[in-house]
């Protein structure tokens, strides 16, 4: 195969990527097609007689009824989790695409970082050099896959200052490893230069700010604290 055949496979492999992260950011949810029933087994758990039996414990009846509330919702949620016969096929297909997000986003988390210490190394001992461009391409091609999963993921979130800066980062670094991916395809002399050694470093910076973005949405933003 020649360079033009490798370019051309390459510029469909990036162009298929961008239609698959614009076809999951505007898809609908399955959560979000199921919002409305949500809302009304919500309302219903909340007029609920049990609820409303709550109310006969005089100072203690708002934090029972919170807390039933509250279970009522968890149990709902895991019933929606489970059940998913009214589902479309389109409605299920994205709603476990979303839930491989844990799982995908691992990819560039570990090419990126790999590819700057490569790259580093590289500069010294020439023979680290030679994955330097399958790490760079390897991120650039699953940054975007792992943002339209997270994007699937959190389309039925309450909405959030953490969750909004976790999605437009994630964003950002899809879009950029894309960038150093065409970069390192195109130009793979230049992947122990400055300038690649400087991009992927924040590159890195920015995956360890989004890391600890997704995990405060998990555990807490003070899930770090010494």
């Known amino acids: 195969m020649s360079v033009t055949d490798n370019w051309q496979l390459a510029r469909r492999l990036w162009l298929g990527l961008a239609l698959l992260l614009t076809v999951m950011m505007v898809a609908p949810s399955p959560a979000v097609a199921h919002k409305d029933r949500k809302q009304a087994e919500a309302a219903q758990q909340v007029a609920s007689p049990?609820?409303?039996?709550?109310?006969?414990?005089?100072?203690?009846?708002?934090?029972?009824?919170?807390?039933?509330?509250?279970?009522?919702?968890?149990?709902?949620?895991?019933?929606?989790?489970?059940?998913?016969?009214?589902?479309?096929?389109?409605?299920?297909?994205?709603?476990?695409?979303?839930?491989?997000?844990?799982?995908?986003?691992?990819?560039?988390?570990?090419?990126?970082?790999?590819?700057?210490?490569?790259a580093v190394v590289g500069r010294k001992r020439p023979s680290f050099a030679a994955s330097v461009q399958f790490l760079v391409v390897a991120g650039g091609i699953f940054a975007p896959i792992a943002a339209a999963a997270g994007w699937l993921a959190g389309m039925s979130a309450d909405p959030e200052p953490i969750l909004t800066y976790h999605r437009w980062l994630g964003v950002a670094v899809a879009v950029a490893g894309v960038g150093l991916g065409f970069w390192a395809w195109r130009r793979p002399w230049e992947d122990r230069g400055a300038g690649m050694i400087l991009a992927l470093t924040v590159m890195t910076v920015a995956i360890l700010v989004q890391g600890f973005l997704g995990a405060g949405l998990t555990h807490g933003i003070d899930h770090l604290m010494f």
């Open 50 to 118: 049990a609820a409303g039996g709550a109310t006969t414990h005089g100072a203690a009846a708002p934090d029972g009824a919170g807390g039933h509330d509250q279970m009522g919702g968890m149990g709902m949620g895991m019933g929606m989790a489970m059940d998913r016969s009214n589902m479309s096929f389109l409605e299920r297909l994205l709603d476990w695409f979303g839930r491989l997000h844990p799982a995908i986003v691992h990819f560039p988390i570990a090419f990126f970082p790999a590819a700057l210490f490569t």
